[in-house]
């Protein structure tokens, strides 16, 4: 589930470098704080910032090409959401990637 299989990790990466993706965020990650070191793996052109998984569900990540600094990063003490603060050509631009599952008791 998630990115925890090694294929999802081939498909994904694959994909940001067919796109030239500058910005990727993922949700469901299904990674735990030491398999998510291995989100590296995703893209050498990019900084990564990731909230682990909260048992066996969440985990979330942003991917940012080299050529955007991220001025800053934080989430909530849940796991539930996270934030990057990047620059552009001279702006600031805020991400945010929220984790909202559809399941209600969550």
């Known amino acids: 589930r998630g990115l925890s299989l090694m294929s999802r990790r081939r498909r994904l990466r694959q994909a940001i470098s067919n796109?030239?993706?500058d910005v990727v965020a993922i949700?469901?990650?299904k990674l735990g704080v030491g398999v998510a070191k291995g989100l590296r793996f995703l893209s050498r052109m990019h900084d990564i910032k990731w909230v682990a998984t909260d048992g066996t569900k969440g985990g979330l990540a942003i991917l940012v090409n080299h050529?955007?600094?991220i001025e800053e990063w934080g989430r909530?003490?849940?796991?539930?959401?996270m934030w990057i603060k990047?620059?552009?050509t001279k702006e600031k631009i805020t991400i945010f990637n929220i984790y909202a599952p559809n399941n209600s008791r969550e």
């Open 19 to 21: 796109f030239r993706a």
């Open 27 to 29: 949700q469901e990650t």
């Open 76 to 81: 909530d003490v849940k796991g539930a959401f």
């Open 67 to 69: 050529n955007w600094p």
């Open 86 to 88: 990047i620059i552009i």
